[in-house]
């Protein structure tokens, strides 16, 4: 017969419950550890796919500038550059040639109000644009403002500038008013 006899001053107590929280606990912890360690692997994946992209972007940027430096070099031979100039002196020439004068002066009678006749016409191309320089007689300045009201309010013309207003000296049938002013003509 086997007696059971407790020598120990505290009596035997049970961790069961401590044991179960504490391994719930550190299984827990283990999963966000190999959460955060996944996030991790595909923030690295991810960021290493972009320097990858980043270096190639670079190449490319680098091969194109040196391309263009090599075209730059090319067209900036003697013979190049005298065949652009040439071909930018016909393109003027060109387009100087192909203004028509017949829709200006239509436009221009759209805008033309009574007591106000044109006296002298410049155009002049500038850069894609067509700058015309009006020199006008008007038989009174109700009609000189009305003209350049009319011109400002044009489809056709625009950034109308005032050059210079003068009264005429000659009194034997002369415009009393000359006005000359610029304004940009379009095309369309």
């Given at each position: 017969m086997r007696v059971r006899l407790n020598l120990a001053t505290k009596p035997l107590e049970?961790?069961?419950?401590?044991?179960?929280?504490?391994?719930?606990?550190?299984?827990v912890a283990f999963l966000i550890f190999l959460g955060l360690g996944w996030h991790v692997y595909l923030a690295r994946k991810a960021n290493a796919e972009m320097r990858a992209r980043?270096?190639?972007?670079?190449?490319?940027?680098?091969?194109?500038?040196?391309?263009?430096?090599?075209?730059?070099?090319?067209?900036?031979?003697?013979?190049?550059?005298?065949?652009?100039?040439?071909?930018?002196?016909?393109?003027?020439?060109?387009?100087?040639?192909?203004?028509?004068?017949?829709?200006m002066f239509m436009d221009l009678e759209e805008v033309l109000p009574a007591g106000v006749r044109?006296?002298?016409?410049?155009?002049?191309?500038?850069?894609?644009?067509?700058?015309?320089?009006?020199?006008?007689?008007?038989?009174?300045?109700?009609?000189?403002v009305k003209f350049i009201k009319a011109l400002e309010d044009s489809k056709t013309f625009s950034h109308v500038q005032l050059v210079n207003t003068r009264l005429s000296t000659t009194?034997?049938?002369?415009?009393?008013?000359?006005?000359?002013?610029?304004?940009?003509?379009?095309?369309?």
């Open positions: 049970a961790h069961r419950k401590f044991v179960a929280a504490s391994g719930l606990v550190g299984a980043t270096e190639k972007i670079h190449q490319e940027i680098s091969n194109l500038a040196q391309k263009r430096a090599s075209l730059e070099l090319f067209f900036h031979l003697d013979e190049n550059a005298k065949l652009h100039d040439r071909a930018a002196f016909i393109n003027n020439l060109i387009d100087a040639r192909s203004f028509n004068w017949t829709k044109v006296v002298s016409i410049e155009p002049k191309q500038e850069k894609g644009h067509v700058e015309v320089k009006f020199t006008i007689g008007a038989t009174s300045n109700e009609a000189k009194a034997t049938g002369g415009d009393p008013i000359l006005v000359e002013l610029i304004a940009e003509y379009s095309r369309t």
